[in-house]
């Protein structure tokens, strides 16, 4: 049965899901989604792995059996890296199929290490070789020290899913590091064929940010309701189309045809937090308003479902890119600074995920005790 799903497929767009369990991997609920709802890879995070564990008994049993053979970060990366294998065997036919353009499946470094460009590179490496799987991606943050580790890891041949862009400057930083790395090993015979990244692109947090930072002026007297609710909520889908825009720009010319030529994939843009968080926005907004070919957008259960139910597809994520940089204009005239913003969100996403992953680790130290106890 064809679903909006599938059509915005057709339009060039791969879905990823931005979840994953243990349950989902083993009930069937993962082959029914690859099989019915077109969907083409995963995203996972300490975040979503923490839901996971700290709910349910799926992991109860392997914990149990590992109990004394590690602390409790070797005990999460013996969980995450199972379920990431499982899952990349699911997408084994998806990536064979798309000639290794889809069907990854993203594990994240920790957060700890995100301004860390060797701490980084050697995590990276490690859970590479522990999944072991040609179609993970390693997820790396898009600091500074992550964009030195991508060249290096993109010039050992590793795939890499490059996190926590919110800036059209540090996505050019991004794919520059992706080329440079390319051509690192291109230089050192390499091939390159067999390397895939993608550029994950935040999304609705910015309009979460500059929405309430409208809302202020409104409260202060400096800019009418009417105005504010005209500048709301089209931010982010405004910094995403620039991105694109650079994206077009940087993927072509002489540099590009070169790596292009040794069977290089472009290093597609992804668009991550994409469920909308304030109830008066259309639930599929994030959406809707950024399809187009060679994009990928990873949508958590609620918005894949929402977008299956009653999504619209249209090539939005190009179309009045002249308009979205009016708005962003009209936001910096009121003297909100898309780029302090930005750097914000930044901070706060990688300050988000070390606290989901302190979080992760007492929850396992408190759950092997409890299950050593035989509670």
């Not at 590179?121 to 070789?129: C, D, G, N, Q, V």
């Not at 694109?244 to 597609?268: M, N, P, S, V």
Request: hydrophobic letters at 45%; one cysteine or more; aromatic letters at 6%.
């Amino acid at each position: 049965m064809t679903t909006p799903l599938h059509t915005l497929h057709a339009a060039g767009q791969s879905i990823w899901l931005d979840y994953i369990d243990r349950s989902m991997l083993s009930n069937g609920d993962l082959a029914r989604r690859i099989r019915e709802d077109a969907l083409t890879g995963m995203t996972s995070n300490p975040t979503i792995f923490e839901k996971a564990l700290a709910t349910g008994t799926a992991y109860d049993a392997q914990l149990k059996a590992a109990a004394g053979t590690g602390g409790a970060w070797e005990m999460f990366e013996l969980v995450e890296t199972d379920d990431v294998r499982v899952a990349c065997d699911a997408f084994a036919g998806v990536y064979r199929d798309s000639q290794r353009k889809d069907g990854y499946v993203s594990i994240e470094v920790s957060p700890g290490s995100a301004h860390d460009a060797a701490a980084t590179i050697t995590e990276a490496h490690r859970l590479w070789k522990t999944v072991n799987r040609p179609n993970v991606m390693i997820k790396v943050p898009g600091t500074p020290e992550g964009c030195i580790a991508l060249r290096r890891l993109i010039a050992d041949g590793l795939n890499v899913n490059v996190t926590l862009l919110f800036s059209v400057d540090a996505h050019a930083r991004v794919i520059e590091a992706y080329l440079a790395g390319l051509e690192d090993r291109a230089a050192a015979g390499g091939d390159l064929s067999h390397v895939a990244s993608v550029a994950s692109f935040f999304v609705s947090r910015v309009d979460g940010a500059i929405d309430a930072m409208l809302e202020a002026k409104v409260k202060e007297g400096s800019l009418t309701r009417e105005r504010a609710t005209a500048l709301q909520g089209k931010a982010a889908i405004a910094n995403a189309k620039r991105a694109y825009r650079l994206f077009q720009e940087r993927f072509r010319g002489a540099r590009w045809d070169a790596l292009a030529a040794k069977g290089t994939q472009l290093q597609r843009p992804l668009w991550a937090s994409t469920s909308t968080k304030n109830p008066a926005y259309r639930d599929v907004l994030y959406v809707e308003q950024l399809v187009g070919p060679e994009t990928v957008n990873t949508m958590p259960p609620a918005t894949l479902e929402a977008f299956r139910d009653h999504g619209i597809t249209a090539r939005t994520v190009d179309s009045d890119v002249a308009a979205a940089d009016t708005l962003l204009n009209d936001l910096a005239a009121l003297g909100i600074s898309l780029d302090k913003v930005t750097d914000q969100l930044l901070t706060e996403g990688l300050a988000s995920f070390q606290k989901s992953f302190d979080t992760l680790i007492a929850g396992i130290e408190k759950k092997t005790a409890s299950l050593a106890a035989g509670l």
